[in-house]
Nanobody
């Protein structure tokens, strides 16, 4: 069971990046989420999507700028990040929550598998 996140990098404020998270080892018919952790801060929820893609949720800080999506045929979840701000700078992690209940997906400890993280740096 592995999650491989990619797509991070350095971008100027106002720019865009698309993160990808490929799952291998099994088919994750569950909720997938993105979290981020800035230096000296706790890991925080960014976005989540259910198996069908019909339910999504976003942190208020990214709503309207970020879009989460998934391609189940490729076992991959994406995070399209637009209008990036310096405060979006963090290591971004993808994770799997082995549940189909889209109600407690914002809680870090509810996630069962985590990727290694990809660094996003937004310069001002």
């Amino acid at each position: 069971v592995q999650l491989q996140a990619s797509g991070g990098g350095l971008v100027q404020a106002g720019g865009s990046l698309r993160l990808s998270c490929a799952a291998s080892g099994r088919t994750f018919r569950y909720i997938m989420g993105w979290f981020r952790q800035a230096p000296g801060k706790e890991r925080e929820f960014v976005a989540a999507i259910n198996w069908s893609g019909g339910q999504t949720d976003y942190a208020d800080s990214v709503k309207g700028r970020f879009t989460i999506s998934r391609d189940n045929a490729k076992n991959t979840v994406y995070l399209q990040m637009n209008s990036l701000k310096p405060e979006d700078t963090a290591v971004y992690y993808c994770a799997v929550h082995e549940s189909n209940y889209f109600g407690n997906h914002r809680i870090v400890s509810n996630y069962d598998y985590w990727g290694q993280g990809t660094l996003v740096t937004v310069s001002s």
